[in-house]
């Protein structure tokens, strides 16, 4: 059996995956992935992404230059989640989110509200032109 076939794919054929930087641990990102996307990272060794709104593949950093090389590819005990463990290059530190923070996950949920507590490294309209 491929390996590809043992992923639980959604209905409209999905993975949902999670980025993890490999030298720290923290949790950059979460996105989408079809069966060629997730081919497409195991054979490159660089996250390929599928966007959504896009409706196709997405090279992680094709646009800001913020790609993910992908040290280990895992898979949940479901086998219905995937873990990516990468390094972010295109800035020191990486800068994953399109927001040109390190980590998408930048907000905190502090008294009832949610606070950006993260700084952006890098002005997005500098890096999206």
Not at 12 to 26: F, H, K, Y
Not at 81 to 94: E, S
Not at 101 to 127: N, T
């Amino acid at each position: 059996m491929n390996w590809l076939d043992q992923v639980k794919w959604d209905a409209q054929g999905l993975v949902p995956v999670i980025a993890q930087e490999q030298g720290t641990g923290d949790v950059l990102m979460f996105a989408w992935m079809n069966r060629e996307a997730l081919a497409k990272t195991a054979e490159l060794g660089r996250a390929v992404y599928f966007s959504r709104s896009r409706g196709k593949l997405w090279f992680k950093g094709e646009e800001s230059g913020h790609v993910q090389t992908v040290h280990e590819i895992r898979i949940d005990c479901d086998s219905d989640v995937v873990l990516l463990k990468v390094t972010q290059l295109g800035h020191a530190p990486g800068i994953a989110c399109h927001t040109g923070r390190h980590s998408c996950f930048f907000s905190v949920l502090k008294d009832g509200v949610w606070q950006a507590v993260d700084p952006v490294l890098k002005d997005p309209e500098s890096i999206y032109k």
